[in-house]
Structures are given as C-alpha cells and as structure tokens.
T-cell receptor, first 116, second 111 residues
Framework: GAVVSQHPSRVICKSGTSVKIECRSL??????MFWYRQFPKQSLMLMAT?????????EQGVEKDKFLINHASLTLSTLTVTSAHPEDSSFYIC????????????FGPGTRLTVL | KQEVTQIPAALSVPEGENLVLNCSFTDSAIYNLQWFRQDPGKGLTSLLLIQSSQREQTSGRLNASLDKSSGRSTLYIAASQPGDSATYLC??????????FGSGTRLLVRP
C-alpha cells in the first residue's frame, strides 16, 4: 500500500513551453502533497506544500507564478512549470502524506525535466 | 533554521563489511527522522522512520538510532551487499511539519 505515482517520468521540451507533471496517490487519500526539486548530486529541496482544496504554500525563493500547483482532489496534485527555461531542468519529486497530521510521507518515482 | 548534515558524502567498501552512515541536525525540535534510499534517477524509498520518542528502529540488516538531544542519527548496515549501493538520505520532520533533507551519502559496495 501507500503508492505514489508521477507522470510523466521523463519529459523534454523547448524553452518557453509549459509542462504539467501529475502526482497521484494510488491507494490512499492525501490531504497534503509536497513538491520537491533535486539538482544532480544534491539533496531534495522543498518547493511547495499542496493542500487539497486550497492554495499551495510556497517556500521562500520559489516563484508561484512560474510553478503552478493545483490539488483538485484527495488523490491528485499537479505541478505546471510555465514558460520553462533551461535552468528549470531538474528532477521533480512529489510526496503524499497520509491523513493524520504527522503521517509518513510516501514519495513518487520522480520526473526528469529537460528544457532545451 | 533546521539544517541536516550527512557524513561521509561518499563511501566505498568491500562486500560483507558492516558500515555506519551519520546524520546530524541543528534543531532538536523534530517530530521524527527518516532514512531513505535513492537509486540513480529514481525516487525515494523509505527505509526506517524513528519517532522523536524512540531511540532506534530495525529492519533486516538495517538499524537506525536517534539521539534527539545531541542532534544525531546513525544508520548501521550489516553485512553489506553490492545491491546496497545507492544514495542514502536522512530527513527530519521539523517543527513546521516539513521534511528537511541532508545532502546524502553515496554508497558503493564493491563485489
């Protein structure tokens, strides 16, 4: 149980286009999902916290107009990278927290974004 | 601001060795600490979760300890195998319910 999926697993796009990444909790409901970014050989950096039915909370330094987050249901959160540029190329990972406050987070397999 | 540090950054050992990975955090006000494994280009696999009230957790050949007051955790891997080669990440759930990650230890177990 507690499986989180991401789609797509890998995407290559041209500079200036927008890319949408989906994060789904397959067998549980997640009132809270998280989006992380990971540069090569570096750790995960929290970008934003996504709460079902409300606006996402962004970490300092993360542009909310560039990284649009929508958490429309208890099993789906989406991250849209708008007007992508090469510096946005990274590994994006989502996680979902079991309902209950301090529940363990379960991580998706990640999405490799390459912007040409 | 919570900061998590992992030492060493990289480790190479021959198969069969027992090894210890270290994690330290600056603020002892945490809810729990997790150890994860990450294979190249992949997501995270949770290995062990230690609640703040606990001292250690064990799963198979893995044992994780937590000393909250001193801000330290160790991950002990017994009888290492080549399949254990991966990056090991430590993360603490801080007082604002956010997971703060260390930079990881890249482990290579040589056959």
């Amino acid at each position: 149980g507690a499986v989180v999926s991401q789609h797509p697993s890998r995407v290559i796009c041209k500079s200036g286009t927008s890319v949408k990444i989906e994060c789904r909790s397959l067998d549980f409901q997640a009132t809270t999902m998280f989006w992380y970014r990971q540069f090569p050989k570096q750790s995960l950096m929290l970008m934003a916290t996504s709460n079902e039915g409300s606006k996402a909370t962004y970490e300092q330094g993360v542009e909310k107009d560039k990284f649009l987050i929508n958490h429309a249901s208890l099993t789906l959160s989406t991250l849209t990278v708008t007007s992508a540029h090469p510096e946005d190329s990274s590994f994006y990972i989502c996680s979902a927290r079991l309902a209950g406050g301090l529940g363990e987070q379960f991580f998706g397999p990640g999405t490799r974004l390459t912007v040409l | 601001k919570q900061e998590v540090t992992q030492i060493p950054a990289a480790l190479s050992v021959p198969e069969g060795e027992n090894l210890v990975l270290n994690c330290s955090f600056t603020d002892s006000a945490i809810y729990n600490l997790q150890w994860f494994r990450q294979d190249p280009g992949k997501g995270l696999t949770s290995l062990l979760l230690i609640q703040s009230s606990q001292r250690e957790q064990t799963s198979g050949r893995l044992n994780a300890s937590l000393d909250k007051s001193s801000g330290r955790s160790t991950l002990y891997i017994a009888a290492s195998q080549p399949g254990d080669s991966a990056t090991y990440l430590c993360a603490v759930l801080d007082s604002s319910y956010k997971l703060i990650f260390g930079s990881g230890t890249r482990l290579l177990v040589r056959p």
